[in-house]
């Protein structure tokens, strides 16, 4: 999908998506995550979820009426520069949210598809599956793992990042959606990332645009798709540009991970840090 984007100094960012108590994933990382890249952030709950480091305990979803509600709240008051749109739940909430981009077709639009845990543990309805393919038609990019990225082709997980990439490149000709390809699951030393077009988005009619980093050695890793789509749905409205987006995204995002130990929360896979860069010079001084 092709809109015109008009670069933002701060965009102001809706994050859709469910929360985590803990503050490393969902709505919580996403308001980190755009404010680390300069923007405004909003945030509509889809789920609250009961999760620590070590896993979710269990989700309640409100009422869709409210859903509708919140995100009604927001669109008729503020001017909405960009879209993350994150856990949504059941078949139910992604027609609620499908129907309000419809209605207010925001500039920017990234959808993190939450369809499958790092555990290989399948998170939504075949209902809901269904509907989130369909819902690929409403955004400008799309950034599954690599177990998404099969699932919305109904096909098994690519354990190679050739297969990957070519996942991805049909994926993006089959719902005219610039695709995230990323490499986190992969094995290996080096941790590659790439947007697959075939949409005509990216610069100079390019089909892909790969950005590679040396791969951290940490298990703090909690929330790195979140605060990652969350990024390059800011840094698009800010830049107009996906693929300065990406290479921003993973330069800040590999310090996130360089420097997430740092941070000590929790006992199992702990959070990212997302403000490393402002904090690098000590706490503020009152």
Not at 22 to 31: H, K, P, V
Not at 64 to 81: H, K, W
Not at 186 to 194: I, N, T
Not at 261 to 282: K, M, N, Q, S, Y
Request: proline share 6%.
């Amino acid at each position: 999908m092709i809109r015109p984007v008009l670069a933002r100094t701060v965009p102001r960012v809706l994050s859709i998506a469910g929360t985590d108590p803990t503050g490393g994933a969902g709505i919580q990382a996403d308001l980190k995550s755009i404010a680390a890249q300069g923007g405004y952030g909003m945030a509509v709950v889809t789920a609250l979820v009961a999760q620590n480091t070590h896993g979710v305990r269990s989700v309640h979803i409100p009422p869709v009426a409210f859903l509708r509600e919140q995100l009604d709240a927001v669109s008729d008051d503020v001017t909405i520069d960009a879209v993350k749109i994150g856990m949504l739940g059941n078949a139910e909430i992604v027609q609620a949210v499908d129907d309000w981009l419809e209605k207010v077709k925001p500039p920017v639009v990234v959808l993190d598809p939450v369809m499958v845990a790092t555990s290989g543990d399948r998170l939504l309805e075949p209902a809901a599956e269904s509907a989130m393919i369909r819902l690929l038609s409403r955004v400008d990019l799309v950034t599954p793992n690599l177990a998404e990225l099969g699932v919305l082709l109904g096909e098994p997980t690519a354990s190679t990042w050739p297969h990957a990439l070519e996942q991805g490149t049909r994926l993006s000709a089959a719902h005219n959606v610039i695709v995230l390809v990323k490499g986190g699951h992969l094995e290996g030393a080096v941790c590659p990332d790439a947007l697959v077009d075939a949409t005509g988005q990216l610069p100079a009619g390019r089909q892909m645009i790969e950005v590679a980093a040396d791969r951290v050695d940490t298990t703090n890793t909690h929330g790195t798709g979140c605060s990652m789509s969350s990024a390059m749905a800011t840094l698009q409205a800010r830049l107009g540009d996906w693929s300065a987006a990406l290479s921003m995204t993973k330069s800040w995002l590999q310090e996130s991970l360089e420097h997430a130990d740092e941070l000590e929360v929790g006992t199992g896979r702990g959070p990212i840090h997302h403000f490393h860069r402002l904090w690098a010079g000590g706490p503020t001084q009152g």
